[in-house]
């Protein structure tokens, strides 16, 4: 199973950006995608953006697209989520997870090997 541990949260105001980072460690599993999900109080938690290792094949939920960049840097088993031109509905506890899949656009709906301890993003109005 990998050990995956999330960094780079914090505190930003509206328009801001942070990248968060997720470092995998153990049985990466090196076919299978990596996905950035998020938990927003009260609500339940949503697919945010995934890739794969081997070919960085990208897929991202709507709320998203065009603002975060999610990226992979195989060498150091390490994957990242640029979040650019924040808003105040992105906040939430941001969670890495590896995608029991070999194919991207199915990370949401697929079974997952492992959750990171998650990291809180808050976006100030």
């Known amino acids: 199973q990998a050990q995956l541990v999330e960094s780079g949260g914090g505190l930003v105001q509206a328009g801001g950006s942070l990248r968060l980072s997720c470092a995998a460690s153990g049985r990466t599993f090196s076919s299978y995608a990596m996905g950035w999900f998020r938990q927003a109080p009260g609500k339940e938690r949503e697919f945010v953006a995934s890739i794969t290792w081997t070919y960085g094949t990208t897929y991202y939920a709507d709320p998203v697209k065009g603002r975060f960049t999610i990226s992979r840097d195989n060498a150091k088993k390490t994957v990242y989520l640029q979040m650019n031109s924040l808003k105040p509905e992105d906040t939430a506890v941001y969670y890495c997870?590896?995608?029991?899949?070999?194919?991207?656009?199915?990370?949401?709906?697929?079974?997952?090997?492992?959750w990171g301890q998650g990291t809180q993003v808050t976006v100030s109005s």
């Open positions: 997870a590896q995608c029991r899949t070999t194919i991207a656009s199915t990370c949401p709906s697929a079974p997952i090997g492992s």
